[in-house]
């Protein structure tokens, strides 16, 4: 991102302040004024905005319809180039790659070999290539990691069929007179418990289904197995990991009756996240808790950053209401906040609207950009780490199904007389049903108002100010109801964000301990230009789903 020196020649030619009369940024309708200086910018695998990405929909280099290493290498440009003197890409900072390994499914979450990658995305080569290009762009990779199951394809699992193999203990198998075990224990819909039909009366744990035997993480050997995969994967450059299940590995209806399920996964996450960091200090890794915060408040003690999951329903709720009551998005926040604080005082939230496994978030705001904007700068401006779901920047949607949730990303609608894209990197191995209205990047590209660019915008907002990228929440009332606020605050920087959430325009006044803060960013310009009452008062105007950020460094 824009390193410092270029961000304070910026911000020295364009500072403004409420003392020196609050001029209007002038830069356009939907204008991003970045008008005040900041100590340094987003760093590193710990700090910015990941994007994550399915490799099989993102971008296709051979032209077999799939997405692979060498598209995205062929894409990066379009996330982060790499020069802090250019506008035109995302600005993301980190990527968040969905599961590469070999697999016999399509989305890769039954693993057959964990030292390998998938041959339908390409080569070993060709993933290292990825990761150099990436890092010359300043951009970290973390991988997708499956500890809870694998698929029955992996040699681990074949062995560990036979009872006196050194691989049985790396699955849960049980028989069928092991009284500890409900041997007809159902979950989604499936039986959990399956039975070996080669060895009857031998029964292996499978939550996810019997494709997906899962792992026996009280093996000391399976533990010291999964420390050589991180080892594996963090000697080849990815900075981190995002786990996937993590909330499930010693879920209660795989364990024995009064097993301490949530202080055993908590442990075991605690022991490979430390793993991790002592192989690579600066790695990251984040884990999937699909859980309340109550829940998942106590698994950060362990991963150390975990999934905000219900941020984004909160949040499609409120600006599908256009009512934010007496501030209860923030309010909500500040109290999930101080919960992970008590069991973490180091923790990152990792803050998302929607992922592989959910409705996109345009589809439930009815494709409303303006809304989108808004559902974007509620999460990205709050605290932690955002994950953008690929496509989420230009407002893609979907189906409920797991599959129309994952289709491949849109470059280019426009297609040859052949059939082929016009867009050679674009896949088509799925159908884009659900995005006929969808607009394209290259045609978002050229819209200066178009969702795309305000994610460019507001990406580069919080990676390039400490109070937004590593700062801490809460809640501020502005008196105005519907406005959604809150302080973000760092060691040297304070900024107070706030959201419009209706279709109207909304008036705000500002509290008095903000006076003097400078305008950080103004979605729009006439938000940016505020008038001062004959009592001294400063006041804005914030536009239908605008947002505003003030900020002052100290």
């Known amino acids: 991102m824009m390193n410092r020196k270029a961000w304070l020649a910026l911000s020295a030619a ?6 020196a009369g609050c001029a209007s940024t002038g830069a356009g309708k939907n204008a991003s004024s970045s008008l005040v200086p900041v100590a340094r910018a987003a760093s590193g695998a710990n700090e910015g905005v990941y994007y994550s990405l399915f490799v099989r929909s993102f971008a296709d280099s051979d032209g077999d319809g799939i997405g692979d290493f060498n ?8 996330l982060n180039d790499g020069d802090d003197s250019t506008t035109g890409d995302l600005g993301i900072t980190g990527i968040w790659l969905l599961p590469i390994f070999p697999s016999q499914s399509y989305h890769g979450y039954d693993v057959d070999d964990y030292f390998d990658v998938n041959p339908q995305y390409g080569t070993m080569a060709d993933f290292e290539n990825m990761l150099r290009e990436c890092k010359k762009r300043g951009i970290s990779v973390i991988i997708d ?8 394809y992996t040699e681990w699992f074949k062995d560990s069929k036979n009872p006196d193999d050194p691989h049985r203990s790396y699955y849960r198998w049980i028989t069928a007179d092991d009284t500890r075990y409900n041997i007809n224990q159902t979950m989604w819909g499936h039986k959990v418990w399956n039975e070996d039909k080669s060895h009857p009366g031998n029964y292996y744990a499978g939550l996810f289904g019997n494709h997906m035997p899962d792992f026996n993480l009280d093996s000391p050997e399976l533990r010291d197995e999964f420390k050589r995969v991180v080892k594996f994967w963090l000697d080849k450059g990815v900075s981190g990991f995002r786990f996937d299940a993590a909330g499930h590995v010693y879920n209660s209806a795989k364990s024995p009756a009064g097993t301490n399920s949530t202080g055993k996964a908590v442990a075991w996450w605690k022991e490979i996240v430390d793993y991790a960091h002592s192989v690579n200090p600066g790695s990251y890794c984040v884990g999937e808790v699909w859980e309340p915060n109550s829940i998942r408040a106590q698994y950060i003690a362990g991963l150390g950053s975990d999934f905000h999951f219900d941020m984004g329903n909160r949040i499609v709720d409120t600006l599908k209401e256009g009512d934010d009551g007496n501030n209860a998005y923030a309010n909500g926040l500040e109290g999930d906040y101080k919960r992970l604080a008590q069991s973490n005082p180091d923790y990152i939230d990792a803050p998302f609207l929607s992922n592989h496994d959910q409705a996109r978030a345009a589809g439930l705001l009815r494709g409303n950009a303006e809304m989108c904007k808004a559902a974007a700068s509620m999460y990205m401006l709050a605290e932690g780490i955002p994950f953008v779901y690929y496509g989420e920047e ?30 050679k990197k674009q896949t088509t191995w799925a159908d884009s049903r659900y995005n006929a209205k969808t607009l394209p990047v290259s045609v978002q590209t050229r819209d200066p108002d178009s969702l795309l660019q305000f994610y460019k915008r507001i990406i580069r907002l919080k990676t390039s100010h400490p109070a937004l990228f ?14 959604s606020s809150w302080q973000m605050k760092s060691d040297n920087e304070t900024a107070l964000v706030m959201v419009n959430v209706t279709s109207a325009p909304l008036d705000v006044e500002i509290p008095e301990k903000y006076s003097g803060f ?34 002052k460094t100290e």
């Open 71 to 78: 598209g995205i290498t062929a894409k990066l440009d379009y």
């Open 145 to 152: 990691m499956t500890f809870n199951h694998s698929s029955t």
């Open 470 to 483: 590593a700062g801490r929440f809460s809640a501020v009332a502005v008196g105005t109801p519907n406005v």
């Open 14 to 19: 364009s500072l403004s302040v409420f003392a």
């Open 394 to 423: 230009i407002g893609m949607r979907s189906g409920t199904d797991d599959p129309s949730k994952r289709t491949p990303m849109l470059w280019n609608k426009t297609w040859e007389d052949n059939g082929k894209p016009v867009d």
């Open 518 to 551: 400078g305008v950080a960013f103004a979605s729009d310009e006439r938000s940016s230009a505020p008038s001062v009452s004959a009592d001294g008062k400063t006041r804005f105007s914030i536009p239908a789903y605008g947002t505003l950020v003030l900020s």
